[in-house]
């Protein structure tokens, strides 16, 4: 699936686009994603502020689907584990940037090389239109060769 075709599709997604998430942009290489949470009226607690558990959606399936599309068909790529910090009420709009590099790739390639899982984290903070940090979520993701891949 192109990255266009899949940020038309998550903008359209029911659950997304019910919370007020927006994919905004996704590399052609998949090495970069930003995505945005709009505030609204129906889309607030009681407080005034951001739901957690929508600022945690705007970041859960990003790392993991960046991931499968840059290791490529010969890799399992799960959740593996995930946990946010709510450091400050999040008002307005709030953005979160994922960013994945060769090098990461690389590392990652070379330690599931023997057929073994490998569970690298990956950190993403959601900052409101002022740039001040909203939250930070910590995601693990589960990696290994498919069995027809690993070595004997």
Known sequence: M??????????????FRGAGIRVRHIAGDWSEVRVELRAGRIR??????????SLFSMTDPFYAL????????????????ASIDFVSPGR??????????????RE?????????????????EVRDEAGELVARVRKTLYVRLKPRYRPQ
């Open 92 to 105: 307005g709009a709030v953005t979160a940037a994922f960013s994945l590099t060769g090098e990461r790739i």
């Open 44 to 53: 607030r607690n009681f407080v005034g502020t951001h739901y957690g558990g």
């Open 2 to 15: 192109s990255p266009r075709l899949l940020r038309w599709g998550m903008n359209f997604w029911p659950p």
């Open 66 to 81: 960046m991931l499968i599309h840059r290791l490529g068909e010969r890799y399992l790529v799960w959740d593996q584990a």
């Open 108 to 124: 990652i390639e070379q330690q599931a090389a023997a057929g073994q899982k490998v569970l690298p984290q990956f950190d993403v």
